[in-house]
């Protein structure tokens, strides 16, 4: 049974930090990693892409404060949160696809608040 397991999220004043992290288990060849987040209220979003190639791709939002990487060998994916704001406050989701399936992982908090 495929697992990603996410860690790093938490409670963060405006303009601070987080890294997110997820780690894929039981998951033979992965092809696309990325993110995504639910805000209260809202339809689940793409955040952030990155491809077998480390091709990115950003959802606009987040632009030039976000930065997506992986580690093919540890079979991570990061996702490093700079100048947070109050609307990027959600559930993030990490995601992963193999030839066939898209997996998601059970998510993790980013509250952005004073």
């Known amino acids: 049974q495929v697992q990603l397991v996410e860690s790093g999220g938490g409670l963060v004043q405006p303009g601070g930090s987080l890294r997110l992290s997820c780690k894929a288990s039981?998951?033979?060849?992965?092809?696309?990693r990325g993110w995504y987040r639910r805000a209260p209220g809202k339809q689940r979003e793409q955040v952030a892409l990155?491809?077998?190639?480390?091709?990115?791709k950003y959802q606009d939002s987040v632009k030039g404060r976000f930065t997506i990487s992986r580690d093919n060998a540890k079979n991570e994916v990061y996702l490093q949160m700079d100048s947070l704001k109050p609307e990027d406050t959600a559930v993030y989701y990490c995601?992963?696809?193999?030839?066939?399936?898209?997996?998601w992982g059970q998510g993790t908090q980013v509250t952005v608040s004073s």
């Open positions: 995601y992963a696809r193999d030839r066939k399936y898209p997996y």
């Open positions: 039981n998951i033979e060849e992965i092809y696309d």
């Open positions: 990155i491809t077998s190639t480390f091709v990115t």
